[in-house]
Nanobody
Framework: VQLQASGGGLVQPGGSLTLSCAASGSSLDNYAIGWFRRAPGKEREGVSC????????RYGDAVKGRFTISRDNAKNTVYLRMNSLKPEDTAVYYCATCSVLIAGYFGSWGQGTLVTVSS
């Protein structure tokens, strides 16, 4: 599976941003795709994951209630809608294969997209 993330940028605290992940490859319905992020000086943190087959989801504790993951199977694209953004959400966000059953599992990923939350 090849994954391409886009949509990052600069946003003010309290603002919103939507990331997109375009997936390509065979048997995509067999995969779950999601996001992890990496901030300077911090460990990798799982953000969210969605199953392309049944739409089940998983969220990291830090983003529950603020972020929403969704999919458009016809476009082979996964979206991450991020609301009520905080400065601590600043990180490079990577789109990756994942598991909705296993927290913190990420298989392969593409190039990240930078999200900066700052006034």
């Amino acid at each position: 599976v090849q994954l391409q993330a886009s949509g990052g940028g600069l946003v003010q605290p309290g603002g919103s941003l939507t990331l997109s992940c375009a997936a390509s490859g065979s048997s995509l319905d067999n995969y779950a795709i999601g996001w992890f992020r990496r901030a300077p000086g911090k460990e990798r943190e799982g953000v969210s994951c969605i199953s392309l087959s049944d739409g089940s989801t998983r969220y990291g504790d830090a983003v529950k209630g603020r972020f929403t993951i969704s999919r458009d199977n016809a476009k082979n694209t996964v979206y991450l809608r991020m609301n009520s953004l905080k400065p601590e959400d600043t990180a490079v966000y990577y789109c990756a294969t994942c598991s909705v059953l296993i927290a913190g599992y990420f298989g392969s990923w593409g190039q990240g997209t930078l999200v900066t939350v700052s006034s």
